[in-house]
């Protein structure tokens, strides 16, 4: 893949939250998905065509979402919720 496509989602549909009732947005989904699976915001940022500051600032929403602090709290999350 080249540095400039941009990443197609492998699911288009929010990630819902049993625990808090709020669902994540389209955009939050996809970077939840690529944190939980271990890459840099700075990586992130590149491959959604986003700024570095846009994926932390959706990081924060979708820790908020999901009352968890981390990236291993979104990964575990992530495990739970996909299997």
């Given at each position: 893949m080249s540095t400039t496509e941009r990443i197609v989602p492998e699911q288009t549909d929010v990630w819902p939250d049993h625990r808090v009732g709020e669902r994540m947005t389209r955009r939050e989904a996809?970077?939840?998905?690529?944190v939980s699976q271990g890459l840099a915001n700075k990586?992130?940022?590149?491959?959604?065509?986003?700024r570095e500051g846009t994926v932390k600032v959706h990081l924060h929403s979708i820790y908020r979402k999901l009352r968890?602090?981390?990236?291993?709290?979104?990964?575990?999350?992530?495990?739970?919720?996909?299997?």
């Open positions: 996809e970077v939840a998905r690529l990586v992130v940022a590149r491959l959604l065509g986003v968890i602090s981390n990236r291993t709290g979104l990964t575990i999350s992530a495990i739970k919720d996909h299997h």
